[in-house]
């Protein structure tokens, strides 16, 4: 089936990034906001809000945009609110083996891009776009990097959260099996969706990212790429 055209985003959802002290880890998120599918300023977010940005901006399904919002209930305030900020606190959705960004241990900034860990990534996937196999490349290289280090073995719920978010940007981004590299510069180094992700209007589904993490996990433990 024939791809729709990209068209550009329209106003109300142009992209303005937003403060990088306004914003979280998770570069999606902070994309949500930078255009406007959520509040702007990155505060007082609910997760009712989170899932119909999700479902609006890049078209989950209903249950995969309940999946990704789940864990957001634990950092909650009492009125319900959240703040992108709050994504920082460590060991709740935020964990170490993050492709891009440090290990909570090394420093506490858990939040900031880290250009030399973005161009570890890239050259995982010899530059070229990202695919299934190149994201299992990188998440061999950094569960070995982090026992290197010392690092202790993640929880089994963060290791799940961890299979999840190393494939889900691919699930919402992938064209033929393939994340075009302007697409992969335009998230990770400017927190922004490009407009061939936003109008590409196929359902996103929890079936799909479930198989995704299982054709990671192929790669990783049974060719051992």
């Known amino acids: 089936m024939a791809r729709r055209r990209a068209q550009p985003a329209?106003?109300?959802?142009?992209?303005?990034?937003?403060?990088?002290e306004d914003?979280?880890?998770?570069?999606?998120?902070?994309?949500?906001?930078?255009?406007?599918y959520l509040p702007r300023d990155g505060r007082n977010l609910t997760v009712a809000q989170v899932e119909a940005a999700l479902c609006e901006a890049l078209?989950?399904?209903s249950h995969l945009a309940a999946s990704n919002t789940r864990q957001l209930k634990s950092i909650l305030r009492p009125n319900g609110t959240f703040d992108l900020t709050d994504l920082r606190q460590h060991g709740v959705i935020e964990?170490?083996?993050s492709f891009t960004r440090l290990d909570y241990r090394h420093g506490g900034d858990n939040y900031t891009l880290q250009p030399d860990m973005f161009q570890a990534l890239l050259n995982d996937a010899g530059g070229g776009p990202l695919t299934v196999k190149t994201l299992a490349r990188t998440y061999r290289r950094r569960a070995e990097e982090h026992?290197?280090?010392?690092g202790k073995p993640l929880p089994l719920r963060m290791r799940f959260i961890n299979l999840a978010q190393s494939v889900s940007f691919f699930n919402v981004?992938?064209?033929s099996g393939k994340i075009p590299r302007e697409v992969v510069d335009a998230f990770y180094l400017e927190d922004r969706f490009t407009d061939e992700v936003l109008v590409d209007k196929r359902p996103r589904t929890l079936l799909g990212l479930l198989?995704?993490?299982?054709?990671?996990l192929f790669f990783v433990y049974i060719l051992r790429v």
């Open 59 to 61: 078209s989950m399904t």
């Open 10 to 20: 329209g106003q109300e959802h142009g992209y303005i990034r937003g403060r990088v």
């Open 147 to 150: 026992k290197r280090s010392g």
């Open 173 to 175: 981004a992938q064209m």
């Open 95 to 97: 964990h170490d083996r």
């Open 23 to 36: 914003r979280g880890p998770c570069p999606a998120l902070n994309a949500l906001a930078n255009h406007g």
């Open 211 to 216: 198989g995704d993490i299982l054709r990671l």
